[in-house]
């Protein structure tokens, strides 16, 4: 697959450490998913439904994080969209090189609206688009993460691939360091005293 420059070349905004915390955040939900879905009863179509609705489900996430600021869930429907750093970053699970989804290469509502707002700007009015793929290794699946830039006439400006580093599992988290509890020491019991009995070396009271 060819690479072409970094997608702030083009689109300043696009800023490269925003860029790698979305498509690592997208990677990590998929990856979990093709974990979660590698059972007898999964199909490629189970598979590749929670993978996309996993992937949608990490960015509402990243939406609610206060701590993102520069992120958000433009909308929430099936063909949903990123907005990153204010520029819209539509999902599509397909292979970037043989796109067999061309129809996402269409406008949705969000970008219909930015566009109505912006006006036409020529080429640099760009369409951006984040594919993930697989190589399909049943052995074990390798995906990828591809930010493309489109202009008005489809052709490709961007085509920059990610280096995913896989993130720390929550299970895998340091543990408090376990504390010792000494056993407590043996206690003679006085049988006889708690059930109210004297024994031979009581003082009877005449």
């Not at 990590?28 to 093709?34: E, S």
Request: hydrophobic share 35%; proline share 6%.
């Amino acid at each position: 697959m060819r690479e072409t420059h970094h997608p702030s070349e083009l689109e300043p905004r696009l800023e490269a450490e925003y860029i790698d915390v979305v498509c690592n955040e997208a990677l990590d939900a998929a990856y979990r998913a093709i974990e979660a879905a590698s059972t007898d009863d999964d199909t490629n179509w189970t598979l590749g439904t929670l993978t996309y609705g996993r992937v949608q489900g990490r960015f509402k996430s990243m939406h609610r994080n206060p701590e993102l600021p520069w992120f958000r869930l433009a909308n929430n429907t099936m063909d949903y969209t990123t907005s990153v750093n204010g520029v819209l970053l539509q999902v599509v699970m397909d292979d970037p090189v043989v796109r067999k989804k061309s129809h996402r290469l269409s406008p949705n509502g969000v970008e219909r609206f930015q566009a109505s707002l912006l006006g036409l700007t020529c080429d640099q009015n760009l369409t951006w688009r984040l594919y993930i793929d697989s190589d399909l290794n049943p052995d074990g699946r390798e995906l990828t993460a591809t930010v493309m830039g489109f202009d008005s006439n489809l052709n490709v400006v961007c085509q920059w691939i990610h280096n995913y580093v896989p993130l720390a599992s929550v299970r895998t988290t340091e543990l408090a360091p376990e504390v010792e509890i000494p056993d407590p020491l043996p206690l003679r019991r006085n049988k006889d005293a708690e059930q109210g009995k004297l024994n031979d070396t009581d003082v009877k009271d005449e």
